[in-house]
């Protein structure tokens, strides 16, 4: 079956990760900018950062028949630094028509603080001003549901946001429904220690519904396996549903969301 990763971090995992996703069957994947495992220094980091995700890693992914998609900000942990966020996010659009971006992400909440959320807001601007689609990371562990209420809160004061355009990511049992009752898209994460594993991720398909839901690998520096996906798709087998049931998730939810980004251009598999 084919499917997409919507959320994976290539820049930290080996080429052979890419061609094991192909074997399969990864098509296109999209990848959040994130922390790179220390809080950068200047603002020309995070310019070469968006150089590997705009030239460097599209390349990477078509060498194997997969379709790299990216989005760009300062990430959650390093937004404390209110002077270097600002930096960043002035200098995002530089970037903006690289005809790989969907948006704006993944932006959002680390710890719950002040300067977070004032980031956070100051990206969704950029966004509103621009018209990009959003994604959004939602705090770890015990910080998660307040932060995701948080994060919903937020949103739904400005009349301009379109809840159809964002997608609030790293839901789990206790903050899925926070998300989807109020109409955003949201994203389950497969982590091999915290977030969802295949299991508990059918269990909330089960719970809520395969609309405007979707599953990630969200593979990073640490433990994570960048299969989760097909991991996801065996479970969902085991259970008995169908390939189409299967498929809406792990292909045609992404692409409906996706798709709704200008620069979006993506090639159906022969």
């Given at each position: 079956m084919y499917y997409i990763d919507p959320h994976i971090?290539?820049?930290?995992?080996?080429?052979?990760d890419y061609e094991r996703m192909a074997r399969m069957g990864c098509v296109a994947m999209s990848e959040p900018a994130f922390w790179a495992g220390y809080d950068r220094g200047s603002v020309d980091g995070f310019r070469d950062y968006f150089r590997q995700l705009t030239e460097f890693e599209?390349?990477?992914a078509a060498s194997v028949g997969i379709q790299h998609y990216t989005w760009l900000c300062i990430n959650a942990k390093e937004a404390e630094n209110i002077s270097l966020s600002r930096e960043v996010i002035a200098m995002v659009p530089e970037f903006l028509d690289k005809p790989n971006v969907l948006?704006?992400?993944e932006i959002g909440l680390n710890k719950n603080t002040k300067n977070e959320a004032q980031i956070f807001w100051e990206h969704m601007e950029l966004a509103l001003k621009t018209d990009e689609l959003i994604l959004i990371h939602t705090p770890h562990l015990a910080d998660k549901y307040k932060g995701t209420?948080?994060?919903?809160?937020?949103?739904?004061?400005?009349p301009r946001i379109k809840p159809e355009r964002v997608l609030i990511d790293h839901v789990e049992e206790h903050t899925v429904r926070v998300a989807k009752e109020h109409g955003f898209w949201c994203a389950m994460t497969l982590y091999p220690v915290t977030k969802c594993t295949p299991s508990r991720a059918v269990d909330i398909i089960e719970m809520v519904g395969n609309d405007k839901i979707m599953v990630?690998?969200?593979?990073?520096w640490g433990p994570s396996n960048p299969t989760a996906v097909p991991d996801f798709i065996q479970e969902m087998r085991k259970r008995g549903y169908t390939e189409a049931k299967i498929r809406k998730i792990v292909y045609d939810n992404p692409?409906?969301?996706?798709?709704?980004?200008k620069r979006f251009k993506f090639r159906e598999p022969a």
């Open positions: 971090h290539m820049v930290s995992r080996v080429t052979d599209p390349k990477r948006g704006i992400g209420r948080m994060i919903v809160d937020m949103l739904r004061d400005d990630n690998s969200a593979g990073d692409l409906e969301f996706f798709r709704q980004s």
